[in-house]
């Protein structure tokens, strides 16, 4: 039984920029980060599962089981909205710092120099500003910076960049 959020609130949180976020980098496979999309919807979907609306207090005096699931006398670890929500921020900023670093930085890096090499179009401007992105900065300025980087039209660019060998 949860009193620390209902299933709304929930479902809310599918639809904040923290979350279209991820659901952005979770689109190249080759990246994983703790804190990923399969990590946050996993916990989502646990805590509708415990959310249990009946009203049930005499009931488990005669039957210490709700249908729901829910036995009298256990504790149950629920997490709230704020918990969800650093948890998708940590997840933004592991998914910069994992695209920066070896080995992913460098393919990115060598993508662009082949690329321009061979006079292709690619988003050159975007791609270097996500290599230099500083993942310490206030979180409204990198989902700011994202926004603008992060399109559907360059997701394919990254998904590209990241396989190239």
């Not at 990590?39 to 009203?55: A, F, P, V, Y």
């Not at 670890?77 to 933004?92: C, H, P, T, Y």
């Not at 910069?96 to 120099?113: F, K, L, M, N, T």
Request: proline share 4%; with cysteine.
């Amino acid at each position: 039984m949860n009193d620390n959020m209902d299933s709304k609130g929930l479902t809310e949180l599918k639809n904040i920029d923290e979350y279209q976020i991820l659901a952005q980098f979770s689109k190249i496979s080759l990246v994983s980060v703790p804190n990923d999309l399969v990590r946050i919807n996993k916990m989502i979907d646990t805590e509708n599962k415990r959310i249990c609306e009946r009203i049930v207090h005499e009931e488990l005096e005669h039957y210490p089981i709700c249908p729901c699931g829910f036995r009298l006398g256990t504790e149950s670890r629920s997490v709230n909205a704020d918990e969800v929500r650093k948890m998708m921020e940590l997840g933004i900023r592991q998914y910069v710092i994992a695209i920066q670093d070896e080995p992913y930085g460098e393919q990115v890096e060598d993508y662009i120099s082949k690329m321009r090499q061979l006079g292709q179009n690619i988003p050159y401007k975007e791609l270097n500003s996500l290599l230099n992105l500083n993942p310490d900065l206030d979180l409204e300025d990198i989902k700011d910076e994202l926004s603008r980087i992060l399109t559907p039209m360059y997701n394919t660019t990254y998904k590209s960049c990241i396989r190239w060998k």
